[in-house]
């Protein structure tokens, strides 16, 4: 199916309208895409509504949880450049049990996307920042997208959207995804992220001195169990923390087919040439 970016929605493609340009909504045809993005966040933060705004798919929206209980995926083209969109389920860390969470976490962390948006709720902010924060941990090409405004103009909440980029170190968009108010916006600022446009400088906790060269030391373990496993720091510390599902899967050899498996499900059946090879070489 491709969409022909009609701003009237078009009864022979079959997609909803696009209600802006320059943008193509391709629904379900990933193929021969260049970048792939994931969409992150807590659950009814609007991520799926994001995701339909682009990518001109119907993926249920709906104020329920466990909706999105695997990642769908749809694509759309943006100023020439395709991109793979996929839509994560909900989740409000990377750390906890839930098979949803690891579904966001794994993508994430082992199938390395060009971008992460992490969709967060405009009138409840605070609590969606830890995403945020840890998202940030592991990528630095994070966009913000601050969604629900229109809600949070209703109950009276203003928010500096300047200044919380400027406090997160990576670029933040207002958006109300349901009437596409922002997404033209969105999807020229992660375009931009990608395309290295926009750098991005993720505020981070500075590490203690001691907890840095524990991890030093934990990171060349970790390659031993799971060559070219990405993200090694990022396990390192769970191991410190004392992670025993983490420990697990590092003993027991999952967590290298783990990231096996996600990297080939960013290539794609239709072959996308990345430099992942690259970036997955051991340190
Ligand atoms: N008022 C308003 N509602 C929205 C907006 N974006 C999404 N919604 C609604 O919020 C609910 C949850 O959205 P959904 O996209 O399913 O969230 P998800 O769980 O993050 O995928 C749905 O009822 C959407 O129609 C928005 O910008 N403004
Ligand atoms: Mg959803």
New binding site residues.
């Given amino acids: 199916m491709s969409g022909c970016g009609s701003a009237q929605g078009c009864s022979s493609c079959g997609l909803a309208p696009t209600p802006f340009a320059p943008l193509t909504q391709l629904g379900l045809n990933v193929s021969g895409y260049a970048h792939v993005v994931a969409l992150a966040?807590n659950?009814?933060?609007?991520?799926?509504?994001v995701f339909n705004a682009l990518t001109g798919l119907r993926q249920h929206?709906?104020?329920w949880p466990g909706?999105?209980v695997t990642r769908a995926e749809g694509a759309f083209i943006h100023q020439n450049v395709r991109y793979k969109l996929v839509d994560l389920p909900?989740t409000y860390s990377l750390l906890s049990a839930s098979t949803d969470e690891e579904v966001a976490r794994d993508f994430i962390l082992f199938g390395r996307p060009d971008c992460v948006v992490v969709?967060v709720d405009a009138t409840n902010l605070e609590r969606n920042l830890n995403l945020v924060f840890q998202v940030m941990e592991i990528t630095n090409q994070a966009v913000v997208c601050v969604?629900?405004l229109?809600?949070a103009r209703r109950k009276g909440i203003a928010i500096d959207l300047p200044a919380l980029g400027e406090r997160l170190g990576v670029p933040v968009v207002g958006?109300?995804?349901?009437r596409g108010e922002g997404i033209p916006e969105l999807i020229a600022t992660v375009a931009d992220v990608i395309a290295g446009r926009r750098t991005c400088a993720p505020r981070r906790l500075p590490t203690p001195d001691k907890l840095r060269a524990a991890v030093d030391e934990v990171v060349p373990l970790v390659h031993s169990l799971a060559p070219g496993l990405p993200n090694a720091r990022w396990v390192a510390y769970r191991l410190i923390e004392g992670d025993l599902r983490i420990r697990r899967a590092l003993a027991n050899g999952e967590l290298a087919a783990l990231a096996e498996r996600e990297r080939a499900a960013v290539r794609g059946h239709d072959g996308r040439t990345t430099d992942l090879e690259e970036t997955l070489a051991p340190a």
Wanted: proline share 4%.
């Fill in positions: 966040g659950p009814n933060t609007g991520k799926s509504t929206t709906g104020n909706k999105t909900g969709v969604n629900l229109d809600e958006t109300a995804a349901r």
